[in-house]
């Protein structure tokens, strides 16, 4: 014979302030577990939404960024001449030779500096990433020192507005327009010419090739011509799966941060959904002799007690999850551990999020739970009533 369900529910109504402590700290637990889960995944699609699949990123063996790579000018004129790259609508090969340098600008309001990416593309680099738009201004001119910056750029740092200047590379530079990368890795960097940035920067060779293939099924034939080409010391990775690489480093930073923290502070919040137990046990012994006296097995006890424990931790997950999800409306920026650049990214929920949250909050119910229940089942039901 089980107990009811409702039973069970109005156990914890009765106990409203008791609920609503535990609750409480069982859902502060759960709104950081959640939200080191959002950060990890708001960083990850960032840097994989950078990529388009059909874009293939060609840099030298070996180098983990652009910025650590070199592609000189006839290696790059061998990879632009590959048949498996898509032609535009003029006839010509999507291909774009770019350039990746640092420089350090100060941040609005505080003057902190911080690296950001300056990226040097051909008239052909953002026809090839078109979730890059521009929001204000226009593109820069080919050979002229003018730049567009990310959106999320000029809002945070000196110079990078639109109509402004930038002094780096021993010129001035100015900022034409402003362009919306939908919350990809390219918000966080500034655009110019490829050549007058190689030329400001006195560089002889390209950071990175990107090409775009004609038919994605080619891309492993393409790897392998490129690789193994005794002209080439190059290595190509689609864009999607190089940008993901970018974030494996700080990724790993915040899941272990998050799950250290989740621990500590799951322990503690154990520690309290323990303790109500107990004191519920200990308030119902009666109840629970009665319970016993009416026929309702020790195992029936230990599972209403464990499911009300787990019943404690869904609503205090339910609780901290909802207060979680408004974390989506902030934004949050970081240096990128590989590549030491200013990267901006958001807190993003999905479902595979919610389940694991609801979960990990159900698993500490049911380990808070455990013993407490274990104790109520094992009352003797004379000294239970006894005791009443």
């Known amino acids: 014979m089980k107990i ?58 070996s180098a983990e960024t652009e910025v650590q790579s070199g592609v000189d000018r006839k290696q790059a004129s061998v990879v632009a001449s590959h048949p498996a790259i898509a032609l535009g609508a003029d006839g010509q090969p999507l291909v774009s030779k770019e350039t990746v340098v640092l420089i350090s600008l100060p941040k609005r309001g505080s003057d902190k500096p911080s690296n950001i990416v300056i990226r040097g593309v051909s008239d052909r680099g953002a026809l090839m990433r078109p979730q890059v738009k521009l929001s204000e201004g226009r593109m820069f001119a080919p050979g002229a020192s003018e730049i567009i910056a990310g959106a999320s750029i000029a809002r945070r740092f000196v110079g990078a507005g639109i109509g402004e200047t930038l ?23 500034i655009w110019g010419d490829a050549e007058q940035l190689m030329q400001a920067f006195r560089r002889t060779a390209f950071s990175s090739v990107i090409v775009r293939l004609n038919d994605t099924r080619e891309f492993e034939r393409f790897k392998k011509d490129i690789e193994s080409d005794p002209r080439l010391t190059l290595e190509a990775k689609r864009e999607q799966v190089f940008y993901a690489d970018q974030s494996k480093a700080l990724s790993n930073f915040i899941s272990y941060l998050g799950l250290a923290l989740s621990i500590i502070f799951s322990i503690g919040a154990m520690i309290g959904a323990t303790i109500t137990m107990y004191a519920s046990v200990a308030n119902r012994v009666g109840e629970i002799g009665t319970l016993r006296a009416l ?33 989506q409306f902030l934004s949050f920026s970081t240096t990128n551990f590989q590549s030491f650049s200013e990267l901006a990214f958001g807190f993003k929920l999905n479902s595979a999020i919610v389940i694991k949250t609801i979960l990990f909050s159900l698993l500490m119910g049911f380990i808070g739970g455990f013993l407490p229940a274990v104790r109520a089942a094992r009352l003797k039901i004379v000294d239970a009533l006894r005791a009443a």
């Open 167 to 189: 002094r780096f590379g021993q010129r001035e530079w100015t900022v034409v327009g402003l362009f919306d990368a939908q919350n990809s890795g390219f918000d966080s960097e």
């Open 295 to 327: 026929g309702f097995q020790r195992r029936s006890i230990l599972a209403a007690f464990l499911a009300e424990a787990m019943l404690l931790a869904l609503v205090g997950g339910g609780v901290g999850l909802f207060c979680a999800s408004f974390m």
């Open 4 to 61: 009811p369900f409702s039973y069970i529910a109005r156990n914890l109504w009765t106990r409203r302030l008791t609920t609503v402590l535990t609750s409480g700290g069982l859902a502060l637990v759960v709104f950081v577990f959640a939200t080191v889960l959002m950060l990890d995944e708001g960083l990850r699609t960032t840097l994989v939404t950078t990529g388009e699949y059909n874009n293939v990123v060609v840099i030298r063996r």
